[in-house]
């Protein structure tokens, strides 16, 4: 065996008996369903109260005496009868009048034009001139599947790098600030072992690590949600499930992924003195992952040009959201992230391989 | 006369704004102990460090068994065990198994690295504690895992920088013993220690450094001079050197 795979496997022994690494794996695989049940019962919860408000004939009344007032907090929306027609007081900020605004305009205008049809047909005209031009819908896929295509959409990228991410931390600054505070840094470059085949052994089982941590939480996810349906029961529930076309992408830039960020945070942990100051270097990095995937969240019809394809893990999400979404791969953009993340990744390892040669790696501990 | 092991000729290292060594020269032998002495900060672990090609040399050259440090520094690590006093250990593996990284780290094939662990293990008297994790190890028990991963590969030149300071007294014995046997074997052997009554036991010859210059160079009676003990003639030297 060569020194890469004598330090790769060394350094998989390690990680498999670190009960930090282990932990973070396992509470991955175990958080991910958790928190999805507790989606589903909330979006199964609202489901349930829009369905019940919009299925119901009228709007709960209550008599007030000050509409506006009242508006504020006591009621959704306040409303008071005029000679000339209806004032309406609601709050914006409160989603519950939100959702009472829109209804009441969709009744009052269902009202206004029943009185109108009415109004026609006591003048013997057909109604149906009020509807010049009738619309037929045909969605290209079904509504349901596009609910659940698009919740994944968000999630899936987002805990494949977070994962990506967090799964090999802890091995990654143990490997390498770790072996600094052990003392056991020195004897290690003692060895016939070229370093940057040290390295490379290091980074190919944090990589390994991280992509193991990935896969486990995404894999859980997929499994919880073939067995929890969203929507409630009468408001067109679905599941949600992943294509054998968006697995394949999710795998090829986990590895990707995975790689990256093994280099990145190997580099950190080598300017680190100790544990605990890889830690605080690599704490700007979990604000970095969680940008791209919030981009995605607020910009649902975010549709970039090629060039958004070059940032580094933004592409990522971009190109895994188009895979679930359209269950399709623009090839193209699929080239420009795998070669951005190789570079990306390639830069991190030139990083890592310059600080884990250099004089001073031994001199400052 | 025996020929020179390690060969170190004007030999400058600058760290950062420090100049730690300035010129120094001496040479080791195989079959011998050799002591390289001085106050802390002297620059004797620099000078190791250099030795075993960590560090590289501003000015000056260092050969090991005919070996340059700057252009063959595997070779030069293939040759070479050194024992420190931070005596870190991977704790997660066994004492067996940090001595097996170190073994395959240094070549060679499977069968021959089992061979060389068993018998390093023999050697040092670690079977009762060889399947331990070594995060359950005493001191002495880490020394000696540290030790046998610095001999696992048999260099003929072992380099101990300061090895008995953390230990205690019994551990501390056998780290002296196990010097003596080496030199025996035939092995170069270089003590780097500022406890002087070691210095003066073990070492066949010494070089006192101080400020990154040698101050005194010779078997440890030329050394020790009209004095004493080695202890008062380094005292003097360094107090000249001032």
Known sequence: MNSVGIVFMKEIREILRDRRTLMAIGLAALATPVVLFVISQVSTKTASGLEILFSSTGLKLERIDDPATAAKQQVDIGIAFTSSGIDEYYDPTRQSAQIADVRLQTILSRYDAARIAATLQQKGVDPSVLDPLPVTVHPLSSPTKAAGNSFLSFFLPYILITMSLTGGLSAALDTSAGERERKTLESLLLTPAPRSHVLIGKILAVTAISLTAALAAIVSMLIALSQISFGGAQNGAFNVALSPLAAVVMVWLAVLLAASFSCLTIALGTLARNFRQGQAYATPLYFITIFPASIVLFIPDFNPNVAYYLIPILNAVLVLRDAITHDAVAWSALAVTSASLVLTGALCFYAALRLFTREALLVRS | ?242
């Not at chain 2, 290292?13 to 010129?23: A, D, F």
């Not at chain 2, 551990?171 to 009554?197: D, N, Q, W, Y």
């Not at chain 2, 009676?221 to 050197?241: H, I, K, N, T």
């Open chain 2, 1 to 242: 006369m025996t020929e020179s092991a390690v060969k170190v000729d004007r030999l400058e290292k600058t760290l950062g704004s420090n100049r730690v060594l300035r010129g120094i020269s001496f040479e080791a032998r195989s079959g011998e102990i050799f002591g390289l002495l001085g106050p802390n900060g002297a620059g004797k672990t620099t000078t190791l460090r250099v030795i075993c090609t960590l560090l590289a040399p501003d000015a000056g050259s260092v050969e090991v068994l005919g070996f340059d440090t700057r252009l063959a520094s595997r070779e030069v690590r293939r040759r070479v065990g050194v024992v420190t006093a931070e005596i870190g250990v991977y704790p997660r593996l066994t004492a067996r198994e940090n001595i097996a990284y170190f073994a395959e780290l240094s070549g060679g094939v499977d069968g021959e690295i089992n061979g060389r662990v068993d018998a390093v293990l023999d050697r040092l008297d670690m079977r009762d504690f060889a399947n331990q994790r070594a995060e359950s190890l005493s001191s002495g028990q880490k020394q000696k895992v540290a030790i046998a991963r610095a001999i696992v590969h048999d260099p003929p030149v072992l380099m101990f920088d300061e090895p008995t300071s953390n230990l205690d007294v019994l551990a501390s014995r056998e780290i002296r013993e196990f010097m003596v046997e080496a030199k025996g074997r035939g092995k170069c052997v270089i003590f780097s220690t500022h406890v002087l009554h070691d210095a003066e036991r073990l070492c066949d010859r010494v070089t006192i450094i101080h400020q990154g210059r040698v101050v005194a160079s010779g078997t440890t009676s030329e050394v020790r001079g009209g004095y004493q003990d080695l202890e008062d003639s380094f005292l003097s030297l360094v107090e000249a050197a001032r």
